[in-house]
């Protein structure tokens, strides 16, 4: 097993300062060309392993359909959210071309990881670090706004090693039933911009268990924000898909229940789609991943 890089101690922002598995969906994931500055990046809730749910998706039973699935899809980075210390280890024993980045949002390895997966061959960490979305960003485990659970933000400033090209790629979950939670959490994350350089490309990836539309999105999207390529990108797949099926429901809840998003600034998004993927009736988890294809180099406009 390859050693994780995790950092442990806290860093802060400031501190620095295709194709689908054999299965039931009658869907198929976006066809990808291997030009070398293509990026293919996912956002995946993998649900959390410790909820008891019911065969066959438990994350004892859900594993490998998970590591089938991520091993076909091939995705160059993938932010995964919800998932335990135990989950983080088994998916990197499973993942074996990828490294991970991650911290418990308690601390250490305590609570869910925000965990980022990333194509080791491919991309060195230059810097990465963590930050809670409370009044008290660098304070481990921090709540202010009405959440009775921690959340955080992971991230990390890649270098790709053929280009030596940089981007700086972000991963959350927000909270699930704190509406002022989540609209301050995203002025965190706006406002933490300015803490990066801001000529580098940025991908934003998360459960924000709030729709397109919401405040939360508007302000994240807003001008000299972040991008969806929901708006922009040529090409489109599923885009009448919510993506929480809680493991029954194949629309993911319909078009207006995108919760999950991956956003881009600076960086052109050619493709995006919400995969439904099913294993003979079987979900790889409650969420769908939304996975989209972007171009190094190429400035969105």
């Not at 493991?247 to 956003?263: E, Q, R, S």
Request: charged letters at 25%.
């Amino acid at each position: 097993m390859k050693k994780p890089l995790r950092t442990l101690t806290l860093f802060s922002v400031f501190f620095f300062g295709s194709h689908v598995v054999s299965g039931t969906s009658d869907t198929h994931a976006i066809t990808l060309s291997e030009e070398e500055n293509q990026l293919k990046v996912m956002s995946f809730n993998l649900r959390n392993g410790n909820a008891n749910d019911p065969s066959p998706h438990s994350w004892t039973e859900r594993r490998p359909t998970i590591q089938s699935f991520l091993e076909s899809e091939d995705a160059d980075i993938i932010g995964t959210q919800e998932v335990h210390h135990y989950q983080v280890t088994e998916l990197d024993n499973d993942l074996t071309d990828y490294d991970w980045i991650g911290l418990g949002r308690e601390g250490g390895t305590s609570g869910e990881f925000m965990a980022i997966y990333y194509k080791s061959d491919r991309f060195t960490p230059v810097e990465s670090g963590h930050y809670w979305l409370s009044d008290t960003p660098d304070v481990v485990g921090s709540t202010s706004w009405g959440n009775s659970i921690p959340r955080m933000v992971t991230w990390a400033k890649f270098q790709e090693e053929d280009t030596d090209e940089q981007f700086y790629f972000v991963n959350t979950h927000f909270d699930h039933q704190s509406a002022e939670a989540q609209r301050q959490s995203a002025n965190l994350i706006a406002s933490k911009i300015t803490d990066y350089d801001e000529n580098l490309p940025m991908i934003l990836t998360g459960d924000f268990n709030a729709p397109i539309g919401s405040e939360p999105y508007e302000t994240l999207t807003a001008e000299n924000m972040f991008q969806d390529p929901w708006d922009y990108a040529e090409t489109t797949m599923n885009e009448d898909l919510g993506t929480f099926n809680n493991f029954n429901d194949p629309t993911g809840g319909g078009a207006d229940n995108k919760i999950d998003w991956v956003l881009t600034r600076n960086i052109q998004a050619t493709s995006i789609e919400i995969n439904d993927y099913r294993n003979n009736g079987q979900y790889p988890s409650d969420h769908y991943p939304v996975i989209v294809e972007l171009e190094l180099g190429e400035n969105a406009e």
